[in-house]
C-alpha cells in the first residue's frame, strides 16, 4: 500500500474510545431538520467530554424530537417513555441510580403542553440531568399544528397566523430556580456543543432549549423559528468557550475583549466572553428582564441566560447514601432479624 493510501489514524478521545463509539443509527428526519444537528452535537458532546457510552442514560417522550435518541449514543442505556412522562420516568431511574449520566430530550409539545406539570417538578427537584429542548414550534407527527412556544404572530406555510401568547421555557425555568438555564439554535454548531458540554459538567438540572427549526412545515420567512429568522434575528449575549478540566487552561486561545470563567461541578471551565457588557447571568431578573424585551422585539437571544450551583440536587434532598440503590449489597438492603425486631420494637405500643 502506498504512502498516499495508508488509512489515517483514527482520531480517540481522552478515554480513548473512537467517536463511533457515540453515534447511533441512520436518522429517518426529514433532511434538514435541525433535530439532525443537535444530534451530532450530542454526540460530539459526550466524546469530547469524556464520558464513557455505557454510562450515559437518554431518556426521551413522544414526537420528532423524541425519536432523536435512536440516531446517537447507540452503546447507551435508553428509555423512550410516553408522551410527557420523559422527567417521571428519568426521576425514577435517577433515585436508583444516581450513578448515570441523564441526559433527557424532549420537543416543545412534549414539555410545554402534556409534559409541562412534569417539566415543572424536575426543575423544582433538581433532577440531576440535561433537559435538552429540541423546539420548533410546530407538531411535527401529526402534520404541523402549531405548539405553546411558538411566537404570536409567526406563520407556517399553510393556515393562519398564530394567535396566542407563547410558554416561554426559559422564563418558565428561571422563575422555578432552575440553576442552569440557556438557550441555542441548532444552526449555531459551536455555541450549542459549548453550551451541552457544560450542561454535562453542572451539577442538578441544566435545561438547554434550542430553536431547532422545521424543514417541512415552517421554515418559510413568516415563521419565527425558520433558519432565516433566526440568523436574522439573533441576539447573541456572550460567545461561549468550554475547557475541560483535563484541558490546561494557558493553551486555549483567549478571547478578545472581556471575559469571565463560570467553574463547573466537576472543575471544568465555562468560558463566557461578553458581548453585552451590561448582562448579568447570575441575576434571574436579568435574565427575564432580556427575554421579555427580546420577545417584545422578536427576536432570540441565546446563550447561558442564568447560572447557579447553590440549589441541592434531588439525590441530596432526598439524604442517598454515596453508593446507588442498585448496587447496594444485600447486607445493607435486608436488616439482620435482630436489627429489624428492634425497628419494630419502636412502633409497638
Known sequence: MSENKKARPVKLNVIELPKTDYTGGPSSLCPGCGHDQISNVIIQACWENGIEPHRIAKMSGIGCSSKTPAYFLGQSHGFNTVHGRMPSVTTGAN???KNLVYLGVSGDGDTASIGIGQFIHAIRRNLNMVYIIENNGVYGLTKGQYSATVEKGSRKRKGSANEQPPIDLC????NLGCGFVARSFSGAKKQLTALLKAGLSH???????V???CVTFSNNDESYRSYGYVKDHEEELHGVDYIHHFEPIAEVDIPEGEFEDVKLFDGSTLRLETIDQTYDYTDPTAALAALHHAEIEKKHITGLLHHNTEMPTAD???GLIDIALCDLPEDLMRPSKEKHSEMM????M
Open 95 to 97: 433515585m436508583v441510580n
Open 171 to 174: 422564563k418558565l425555568a428561571i
Open 203 to 209: 451539577k442538578g438540572i441544566a435545561i438547554i432549549d
Open 211 to 213: 430553536i431547532s427549526p
Open 316 to 318: 441530596e434532598d432526598q
Open 345 to 348: 420494637a419502636k412502633f409497638r
